[in-house]
């Protein structure tokens, strides 16, 4: 990722610089722009699959619903029920990233259910990632899909689901000793000692609710997987998440900044076009689709923002009075050039910077400062609406500003 010091120069990392050199090498400037212009789209259409299976009535299609963004009722939701409601892999896409798509699978805890023949009935080579998951103890059942899918050389997570439905129990049972930390940690030692005795290795095991997923694990399963996907992948999958949480909003703000230098390069390719009032030349479609993109991804669309309302009992004007950014809809190519003009005035002491750490940038777009101006507002522009996000969050859930 590019560093930034506090004057707001930036740095490109040893792996951004050998992207760019390794595309200069190519010799001309229709190959390096086109180059480039792959490994962006690459980044944002990369195709990612995740299986959701369990035992019948564990929340699987609770959980298809949830990562998803939507509640059970929702149009469009999986359908959800205590008895086992699918029969055959259904592929649920993203509302907002269509490239994600989770796959409800069928039941492990049926009569017709074969570890041995399970994965192959399901195409296990469609998906990246697995989640089995279970509302009360993991059986041999699980244990063994786990075999199988380990074997295959496919990841896998264990989720202990309903994790609320447990507290609440005990809650019930033991008012006055009860502990929120003390029975968590009972079901997770319970889950870890008997995926151990069923000969799993060092199981993963991370305990959620569907209902809540800012509560609990949901957290430290993003963190997982964002070590364990591929670059490519990791970006989709927080792309993807749902924005319940300070902590996922930080995320999203941090892949956002990891790939920008190279929007801001392409953006300064062989399409790109003088900009009234500025020294530079950057091309203006393709920024308006990426602010337009930062705004969905950060839910300051008007459906995702008439959706947390409805979902909050709240006004929709009430979540939108606390933003002060421009909203997905209101991203036009004349709102581009003019917070391009802003940017401008503080590009100067940033093209220098590039200059000496690409100093080849200049053959391929209209120069360093074309790149450091766009560079420069796209970056304001994610601070901005990365802000409005959390104010939109602190709105709806009463949050703490300080988590």
Excluded at 335 to 351: D, M, N, R, T, Y
Aim: hydrophobic share 40%.
């Amino acid at each position: 990722m590019a560093s930034q010091s506090s004057e707001g120069i930036i740095k490109l990392s040893r792996e951004e610089l050998e992207a760019l050199k390794a595309a200069f090498e190519e010799g001309n400037l229709a190959g390096v722009a086109s180059r480039l212009q792959e490994m962006l789209e690459s980044l944002e259409s990369v195709q990612l699959d995740v299986g959701i299976t369990g035992e019948t009535g564990s929340g699987k299609s609770s959980f298809v619903n949830a990562l998803r963004g939507l509640g059970d009722e929702d149009a469009g939701a999986a359908r959800t029920g205590v008895v086992e409601t699918t029969r055959e892999p259904t592929p649920y896409q993203h509302p907002r990233y269509p490239n994600v798509t989770i796959w409800d699978l069928p039941g492990i805890g049926t009569p017709d259910f074969h570890p041995d023949t399970y994965l192959e009935q399901v195409g296990f080579s469609r998906y990246d990632i697995f989640f089995i998951i279970a509302s009360q103890r993991f059986t041999a059942n699980h244990a063994a899909l786990a075999h199988h899918i380990q074997a295959m050389d496919k990841s896998f997570y264990f989720v202990r689901s309903k994790v609320d439905v447990d507290l609440d129990s005990s809650l019930r049972r033991r008012p006055s000793s009860y502990s929120e930390v003390g029975v968590l940690q009972e079901i997770r030692q319970n889950c870890l000692e008997g995926l151990r005795a069923k000969g799993i290795c060092s199981p993963q095991v991370f305990l959620l609710s569907a209902f809540d997923l800012s509560k609990y694990d949901f957290h430290l399963l993003g963190e997982t997987l964002e070590r364990e996907l591929s670059h490519h992948k990791r970006h989709a999958f927080l792309m993807a998440l749902p924005n319940i949480s300070l902590h996922i909003l930080e995320k999203k703000k941090a892949a956002m900044l990891e790939h920008m230098w190279l929007v801001s390069t392409v953006a300064c390719g062989v399409h790109a076009a003088p900009i009234p009032g500025l020294l530079i030349s950057c091309d203006v479609d393709v920024l308006a689709r990426t602010l337009q993109g930062y705004c969905k991804g950060f839910g300051l669309d008007d459906d995702s923002l008439e959706k947390l309302a409805a979902q909050m009992g709240q006004p929709v004007e009430q979540m939108k009075a606390v933003i002060k950014s421009p909203l997905a809809k209101e991203i036009s190519n004349i709102l581009v050039v003019q917070l391009l003009i802003q940017a401008g005035s503080e590009a100067p002491k940033l093209a220098n910077e590039v200059l000496s750490s690409v100093p080849l940038l200049g053959s391929l777009a209209s120069g360093a400062l074309s790149f450091a101006t766009t560079y420069k507002m796209l970056r304001s522009f994610v601070n901005a609406v990365a802000a409005d996000a959390q104010k939109v969050l602190i709105k709806a859930f009463n949050l703490d500003a300080k988590k």
